[in-house]
Protein backbone atom coordinates (compact mmCIF):
# COMPACT_ATOMS: atom_id res chain seq x y z
CA UNK A 1 0.00 0.00 0.00
CA UNK A 2 1.79 3.66 -0.86
CA UNK A 3 1.52 5.90 1.77
CA UNK A 4 3.11 9.27 1.64
CA UNK A 5 3.89 11.09 4.80
CA UNK A 6 2.66 13.81 5.85
CA UNK A 7 4.23 17.73 5.78
CA UNK A 8 5.17 19.05 8.89
CA UNK A 9 3.11 22.43 8.02
CA UNK A 10 0.22 20.28 7.24
CA UNK A 11 0.27 18.14 10.82
CA UNK A 12 0.36 21.78 12.54
CA UNK A 13 -2.37 22.56 10.22
CA UNK A 14 -4.76 19.73 11.07
CA UNK A 15 -4.22 19.73 14.44
CA UNK A 16 -4.94 23.74 15.25
CA UNK A 17 -8.06 22.91 12.85
CA UNK A 18 -9.15 20.08 15.23
CA UNK A 19 -9.06 22.44 18.11
CA UNK A 20 -11.30 25.59 16.69
CA UNK A 21 -14.69 25.90 16.63
CA UNK A 22 -17.26 25.68 19.53
CA UNK A 23 -19.11 22.28 18.17
CA UNK A 24 -16.04 19.94 16.77
CA UNK A 25 -15.16 18.09 19.64
CA UNK A 26 -12.25 17.04 18.08
CA UNK A 27 -9.34 15.03 19.22
CA UNK A 28 -5.89 16.01 18.40
CA UNK A 29 -4.00 13.11 16.69
CA UNK A 30 -2.09 10.43 18.69
CA UNK A 31 1.06 10.44 16.75
CA UNK A 32 3.47 12.83 14.89
CA UNK A 33 4.25 10.19 12.74
CA UNK A 34 1.23 10.31 10.26
CA UNK A 35 0.58 8.85 6.80
CA UNK A 36 -2.06 9.68 4.35
CA UNK A 37 -2.40 9.48 0.75
CA UNK A 38 -0.89 13.01 -0.80
CA UNK A 39 -2.41 14.40 2.70
CA UNK A 40 0.05 17.81 2.58
CA UNK A 41 -2.11 19.36 -0.13
CA UNK A 42 -5.74 18.01 1.07
CA UNK A 43 -5.03 19.42 4.28
CA UNK A 44 -5.10 23.19 3.03
CA UNK A 45 -8.50 22.85 2.43
CA UNK A 46 -9.21 21.87 6.10
CA UNK A 47 -10.95 24.42 7.25
CA UNK A 48 -14.07 23.81 5.08
CA UNK A 49 -14.95 20.55 7.23
CA UNK A 50 -16.68 21.09 10.22
CA UNK A 51 -14.66 18.32 12.18
CA UNK A 52 -10.99 17.02 11.63
CA UNK A 53 -9.72 13.37 11.84
CA UNK A 54 -9.52 11.65 15.13
CA UNK A 55 -6.39 9.42 13.81
CA UNK A 56 -4.71 9.94 10.42
CA UNK A 57 -1.83 6.89 10.85
CA UNK A 58 -4.09 4.89 9.86
CA UNK A 59 -7.70 4.74 8.18
CA UNK A 60 -10.71 4.29 9.82
CA UNK A 61 -14.67 3.85 9.13
CA UNK A 62 -17.72 3.31 10.57
CA UNK A 63 -17.19 3.95 13.78
CA UNK A 64 -19.12 2.49 17.14
CA UNK A 65 -18.26 4.55 20.29
CA UNK A 66 -18.78 3.63 23.35
CA UNK A 67 -18.18 4.56 27.06
CA UNK A 68 -17.00 1.42 29.60
CA UNK A 69 -16.87 1.67 33.46
CA UNK A 70 -13.53 3.37 33.45
CA UNK A 71 -15.33 6.62 31.70
CA UNK A 72 -12.81 6.22 28.43
CA UNK A 73 -14.27 6.51 25.39
CA UNK A 74 -13.49 3.52 23.32
CA UNK A 75 -13.96 3.44 19.00
CA UNK A 76 -14.37 0.39 16.98
CA UNK A 77 -13.67 0.97 13.58
CA UNK A 78 -13.25 -0.77 11.02
CA UNK A 79 -9.71 -0.60 9.53
CA UNK A 80 -9.50 0.66 5.67
CA UNK A 81 -6.81 -0.52 3.39
CA UNK A 82 -5.75 0.15 -0.45
CA UNK A 83 -6.18 -3.16 -2.00
CA UNK A 84 -6.38 -3.58 -5.53
CA UNK A 85 -10.09 -4.80 -5.91
CA UNK A 86 -12.06 -2.22 -8.89
CA UNK A 87 -14.39 -0.37 -6.97
CA UNK A 88 -18.23 -1.48 -7.54
CA UNK A 89 -21.56 -1.17 -5.94
CA UNK A 90 -21.45 -4.16 -3.99
CA UNK A 91 -18.56 -2.79 -2.45
CA UNK A 92 -15.98 -5.26 -3.22
CA UNK A 93 -13.60 -2.49 -2.96
CA UNK A 94 -13.75 -2.47 0.60
CA UNK A 95 -11.33 -5.16 1.41
CA UNK A 96 -10.94 -4.64 5.42
CA UNK A 97 -9.08 -7.63 7.06
CA UNK A 98 -9.06 -6.43 10.76
CA UNK A 99 -9.79 -4.78 13.52
CA UNK A 100 -7.46 -1.56 15.50
CA UNK A 101 -9.35 -0.03 18.45
CA UNK A 102 -8.88 3.80 19.31
CA UNK A 103 -9.53 5.25 23.24
CA UNK A 104 -9.59 8.32 24.39
CA UNK A 105 -10.24 9.48 28.21
CA UNK A 106 -11.82 13.04 27.07
CA UNK A 107 -13.22 14.88 23.73
CA UNK A 108 -10.33 17.33 22.15
CA UNK A 109 -7.57 14.97 24.10
CA UNK A 110 -5.13 12.53 22.50
CA UNK A 111 -6.09 9.38 20.93
CA UNK A 112 -5.07 6.22 21.06
CA UNK A 113 -4.47 3.62 18.51
CA UNK A 114 -4.34 0.23 19.63
CA UNK A 115 -2.54 -2.99 17.97
CA UNK A 116 -4.37 -5.26 15.85
CA UNK A 117 -7.76 -6.47 18.24
CA UNK A 118 -8.77 -9.16 15.56
CA UNK A 119 -7.44 -10.83 12.26
CA UNK A 120 -9.33 -12.24 9.29
CA UNK A 121 -6.99 -15.15 9.99
CA UNK A 122 -7.66 -16.03 13.38
CA UNK A 123 -11.57 -16.18 12.71
CA UNK A 124 -11.66 -19.86 11.88
CA UNK A 125 -14.99 -19.80 9.42
CA UNK A 126 -14.31 -16.44 7.26
CA UNK A 127 -12.80 -15.51 4.36
CA UNK A 128 -12.60 -11.08 4.06
CA UNK A 129 -14.01 -8.32 3.72
CA UNK A 130 -14.18 -7.56 7.84
CA UNK A 131 -16.95 -4.77 7.74
CA UNK A 132 -18.23 -2.20 10.71
CA UNK A 133 -18.10 -4.01 13.89
CA UNK A 134 -19.66 -3.27 17.46
CA UNK A 135 -18.79 -3.97 20.91
CA UNK A 136 -20.32 -4.58 24.22
CA UNK A 137 -19.50 -5.45 27.99
CA UNK A 138 -21.21 -7.70 30.76
CA UNK A 139 -19.91 -9.48 33.49
CA UNK A 140 -16.05 -8.83 32.99
CA UNK A 141 -16.03 -9.81 29.30
CA UNK A 142 -16.16 -7.33 26.10
CA UNK A 143 -17.66 -8.82 23.41
CA UNK A 144 -17.18 -8.11 20.00
CA UNK A 145 -19.53 -8.73 16.67
CA UNK A 146 -18.20 -8.13 13.49
CA UNK A 147 -19.66 -9.45 9.71
CA UNK A 148 -17.14 -11.06 6.98
CA UNK A 149 -18.26 -13.66 4.46
CA UNK A 150 -17.76 -17.41 4.86
CA UNK A 151 -16.28 -19.64 2.50
CA UNK A 152 -19.37 -19.07 0.01
CA UNK A 153 -19.31 -15.84 -0.20
CA UNK A 154 -22.24 -15.23 2.23
CA UNK A 155 -22.31 -12.75 4.87
CA UNK A 156 -22.49 -13.49 8.18
CA UNK A 157 -22.08 -11.99 11.96
CA UNK A 158 -19.15 -13.06 14.37
CA UNK A 159 -18.16 -12.86 17.86
CA UNK A 160 -15.29 -12.56 19.58
CA UNK A 161 -14.23 -12.27 23.42
CA UNK A 162 -11.65 -10.54 25.80
CA UNK A 163 -10.97 -9.33 29.00
CA UNK A 164 -9.93 -5.98 27.97
CA UNK A 165 -11.71 -3.61 25.70
CA UNK A 166 -8.93 -3.12 23.13
CA UNK A 167 -8.39 -6.88 23.00
CA UNK A 168 -7.12 -9.04 21.82
CA UNK A 169 -10.22 -10.86 21.04
CA UNK A 170 -10.52 -14.60 20.25
CA UNK A 171 -13.32 -15.22 17.66
CA UNK A 172 -16.48 -18.42 18.35
CA UNK A 173 -15.50 -21.01 15.83
CA UNK A 174 -18.95 -20.27 14.23
CA UNK A 175 -20.98 -17.15 13.20
CA UNK A 176 -23.86 -16.13 15.18
CA UNK A 177 -26.64 -18.78 14.37
CA UNK A 178 -28.87 -17.04 12.33
CA UNK A 179 -27.12 -14.52 11.53
CA UNK A 180 -26.93 -12.91 8.15
CA UNK A 181 -25.82 -9.91 6.29
CA UNK A 182 -23.98 -6.86 7.88
CA UNK A 183 -23.31 -4.11 10.54
CA UNK A 184 -24.38 -5.28 13.59
CA UNK A 185 -25.27 -2.80 16.46
CA UNK A 186 -25.70 -4.43 19.99
CA UNK A 187 -27.98 -2.14 22.12
CA UNK A 188 -28.22 -2.51 26.28
CA UNK A 189 -31.26 -1.33 27.50
CA UNK A 190 -31.88 0.29 30.98
CA UNK A 191 -33.68 -3.49 32.17
CA UNK A 192 -29.94 -5.20 30.93
CA UNK A 193 -31.74 -7.00 27.67
CA UNK A 194 -29.30 -6.42 25.21
CA UNK A 195 -30.41 -6.44 21.16
CA UNK A 196 -28.53 -6.65 18.37
CA UNK A 197 -29.51 -4.47 14.93
CA UNK A 198 -28.02 -5.60 11.61
CA UNK A 199 -28.77 -5.82 8.09
CA UNK A 200 -27.48 -3.99 4.83
CA UNK A 201 -28.96 -3.71 1.18
CA UNK A 202 -27.00 -4.16 -2.05
CA UNK A 203 -23.89 -5.21 -1.31
CA UNK A 204 -24.90 -6.08 2.75
CA UNK A 205 -26.91 -8.80 1.28
CA UNK A 206 -30.12 -8.16 3.05
CA UNK A 207 -31.63 -8.72 -0.19
CA UNK A 208 -30.17 -11.81 -0.94
CA UNK A 209 -31.45 -13.97 2.36
CA UNK A 210 -35.40 -12.74 2.68
CA UNK A 211 -36.09 -16.48 2.39
CA UNK A 212 -33.61 -17.08 5.64
CA UNK A 213 -31.79 -19.04 2.82
CA UNK A 214 -28.37 -17.09 1.48
CA UNK A 215 -29.36 -17.11 -2.40
CA UNK A 216 -26.19 -15.55 -3.86
CA UNK A 217 -28.02 -15.07 -7.39
CA UNK A 218 -30.81 -12.52 -5.51
CA UNK A 219 -31.40 -9.04 -6.37
CA UNK A 220 -28.15 -7.29 -6.61
CA UNK A 221 -29.79 -4.24 -4.73
CA UNK A 222 -32.97 -4.34 -3.02
CA UNK A 223 -36.29 -6.49 -3.10
CA UNK A 224 -36.90 -4.09 -6.88
CA UNK A 225 -40.45 -3.56 -5.24
CA UNK A 226 -40.20 0.24 -5.11
CA UNK A 227 -44.02 0.67 -4.39
CA UNK A 228 -44.06 -1.44 -1.33
CA UNK A 229 -42.56 -1.51 2.37
CA UNK A 230 -38.90 -1.29 1.75
CA UNK A 231 -36.79 -4.04 3.44
CA UNK A 232 -36.50 -3.80 6.70
CA UNK A 233 -33.42 -3.81 9.27
CA UNK A 234 -33.33 -7.04 11.23
CA UNK A 235 -33.42 -7.22 15.64
CA UNK A 236 -33.06 -10.07 17.57
CA UNK A 237 -32.56 -10.60 21.34
CA UNK A 238 -29.08 -11.99 22.76
CA UNK A 239 -29.26 -14.41 24.92
CA UNK A 240 -27.50 -14.81 28.25
CA UNK A 241 -24.23 -15.88 26.90
CA UNK A 242 -24.59 -12.36 24.66
CA UNK A 243 -22.81 -14.61 21.49
CA UNK A 244 -26.27 -15.92 20.28
CA UNK A 245 -29.86 -15.23 19.29
CA UNK A 246 -32.17 -15.79 22.03
CA UNK A 247 -34.63 -15.76 19.12
CA UNK A 248 -35.35 -15.37 16.04
CA UNK A 249 -34.80 -12.17 14.27
CA UNK A 250 -37.75 -9.57 13.54
CA UNK A 251 -37.98 -7.17 11.60
CA UNK A 252 -37.24 -3.10 12.26
CA UNK A 253 -40.31 -1.14 10.51
CA UNK A 254 -40.09 2.41 10.40
CA UNK A 255 -43.08 4.27 9.27
CA UNK A 256 -44.04 7.43 7.91
CA UNK A 257 -45.80 10.39 9.17
CA UNK A 258 -48.98 9.07 8.51
CA UNK A 259 -48.12 5.50 10.20
CA UNK A 260 -47.61 3.62 6.99
CA UNK A 261 -44.09 1.65 6.21
CA UNK A 262 -41.48 3.54 4.37
CA UNK A 263 -41.93 2.44 0.16
CA UNK A 264 -38.67 1.22 -1.43
CA UNK A 265 -38.66 3.90 -3.88
CA UNK A 266 -38.34 6.50 -1.04
CA UNK A 267 -34.62 6.57 -1.18
CA UNK A 268 -34.35 9.81 1.05
CA UNK A 269 -35.77 8.23 4.27
CA UNK A 270 -35.72 4.57 3.20
CA UNK A 271 -32.65 1.96 5.78
CA UNK A 272 -30.09 1.05 3.46
CA UNK A 273 -27.36 -0.30 6.05
CA UNK A 274 -25.63 1.01 9.72
CA UNK A 275 -28.42 0.85 11.72
CA UNK A 276 -27.82 2.46 15.63
CA UNK A 277 -30.20 2.33 18.74
CA UNK A 278 -29.37 5.10 21.43
CA UNK A 279 -32.01 5.96 24.32
CA UNK A 280 -32.99 9.66 25.07
CA UNK A 281 -35.55 10.60 27.92
CA UNK A 282 -36.98 7.28 27.58
CA UNK A 283 -37.49 7.26 23.84
CA UNK A 284 -35.93 4.82 21.58
CA UNK A 285 -33.81 6.41 18.67
CA UNK A 286 -33.34 4.11 15.56
CA UNK A 287 -30.81 6.08 12.94
CA UNK A 288 -29.05 4.75 9.98
CA UNK A 289 -28.05 5.05 6.70
CA UNK A 290 -29.62 6.25 3.50
CA UNK A 291 -26.80 4.65 1.30
CA UNK A 292 -27.27 5.71 -2.09
CA UNK A 293 -28.29 9.11 -0.80
CA UNK A 294 -25.92 9.50 1.69
CA UNK A 295 -27.99 10.72 4.16
CA UNK A 296 -27.75 9.45 8.19
CA UNK A 297 -31.18 9.85 9.55
CA UNK A 298 -33.44 8.75 12.13
CA UNK A 299 -36.49 7.17 13.84
CA UNK A 300 -38.57 7.03 17.13
CA UNK A 301 -40.13 4.74 18.64
CA UNK A 302 -41.43 3.56 22.45
CA UNK A 303 -39.93 0.00 22.28
CA UNK A 304 -36.50 -1.73 21.66
CA UNK A 305 -38.24 -3.61 18.61
CA UNK A 306 -40.33 -0.43 17.41
CA UNK A 307 -42.11 0.42 15.48
CA UNK A 308 -40.20 3.32 15.07
CA UNK A 309 -41.49 6.70 12.77
CA UNK A 310 -39.40 8.60 10.83
CA UNK A 311 -38.25 11.88 12.32
CA UNK A 312 -35.56 13.27 10.24
CA UNK A 313 -31.56 13.87 9.24
CA UNK A 314 -29.31 13.57 11.84
CA UNK A 315 -25.85 13.99 8.99
CA UNK A 316 -26.11 15.63 5.20
CA UNK A 317 -23.95 14.24 2.83
CA UNK A 318 -20.23 13.83 4.10
CA UNK A 319 -17.27 13.49 1.09
CA UNK A 320 -16.81 10.10 0.04
CA UNK A 321 -20.11 7.26 -0.94
CA UNK A 322 -20.82 5.78 2.65
CA UNK A 323 -21.87 6.97 5.90
CA UNK A 324 -21.86 5.00 8.71
CA UNK A 325 -22.11 6.21 12.64
CA UNK A 326 -22.62 5.88 16.51
CA UNK A 327 -24.16 8.43 19.33
CA UNK A 328 -23.12 8.12 22.62
CA UNK A 329 -23.49 10.29 25.57
CA UNK A 330 -20.05 10.99 27.10
CA UNK A 331 -18.98 13.73 29.96
CA UNK A 332 -22.48 15.49 29.79
CA UNK A 333 -22.60 15.82 26.00
CA UNK A 334 -23.86 13.91 23.53
CA UNK A 335 -22.03 12.85 20.62
CA UNK A 336 -21.91 11.94 16.47
CA UNK A 337 -19.07 9.36 15.28
CA UNK A 338 -19.20 9.64 11.70
CA UNK A 339 -16.23 9.41 8.79
CA UNK A 340 -15.34 10.48 5.75
CA UNK A 341 -12.77 10.70 3.17
CA UNK A 342 -11.03 13.96 4.52
CA UNK A 343 -7.39 12.60 3.82
CA UNK A 344 -7.53 10.76 0.68
CA UNK A 345 -10.16 12.02 -1.11
CA UNK A 346 -11.01 8.16 -2.02
CA UNK A 347 -13.89 6.26 -1.43
CA UNK A 348 -12.06 3.14 0.11
CA UNK A 349 -10.02 5.14 2.85
CA UNK A 350 -11.47 6.99 5.08
CA UNK A 351 -11.08 8.65 8.71
CA UNK A 352 -13.11 8.81 11.57
CA UNK A 353 -14.21 12.29 13.26
CA UNK A 354 -16.72 13.26 15.78
CA UNK A 355 -18.83 16.35 16.43
CA UNK A 356 -21.56 17.44 19.23
CA UNK A 357 -25.20 16.04 18.60
CA UNK A 358 -27.64 18.58 19.69
CA UNK A 359 -31.76 17.78 20.62
CA UNK A 360 -34.31 20.52 20.21
CA UNK A 361 -36.82 20.43 23.53
CA UNK A 362 -39.23 18.34 21.95
CA UNK A 363 -36.96 15.15 21.54
CA UNK A 364 -35.89 15.71 17.70
CA UNK A 365 -32.46 16.30 16.47
CA UNK A 366 -30.79 19.05 14.92
CA UNK A 367 -29.26 18.45 11.42
CA UNK A 368 -25.71 18.96 11.59
CA UNK A 369 -23.76 20.23 8.34
CA UNK A 370 -20.17 17.94 7.64
CA UNK A 371 -19.07 21.25 5.96
CA UNK A 372 -18.49 24.87 6.95
CA UNK A 373 -20.49 27.52 5.46
Not at 65 to 78: E, F, N, R, T
Not at 309 to 323: A, D, F, H, Q, S
Request: glycine content about 10%.
Amino acid sequence: MKRFKLAISSIALLAVQACTGPADGQANTSSADQTAPQAGSRAKDAARYLSQPLVSEIYTADPSAHVWGDGKLYIYPSHDIDGDAKEDDLGGHFEMRDYRILSMDSPGGKVTVHPTALDVKDVPWATQQMWAPDAAFKNGTYYLYFPAKDKQGAFRIGVATSKSPVGPFKANPAPIKGSFSIDPAVFTDTDGKSYMYFGGIWGGQLQRNVTGTYDPNGSKTDLEQPDKPALAPKVAALDGSMTEFSEKPRDVVILDEAGKPLLGKDHDRRFFEAAWMHKYNGKYYFSYSTGNTHYLVYAIGDSPYGPFTYKGRILEPVEGWTTHHSIVEWQGKWWLFYADSQLSGQTRLRNVKMTELTYNPDGTIQTINPFRK
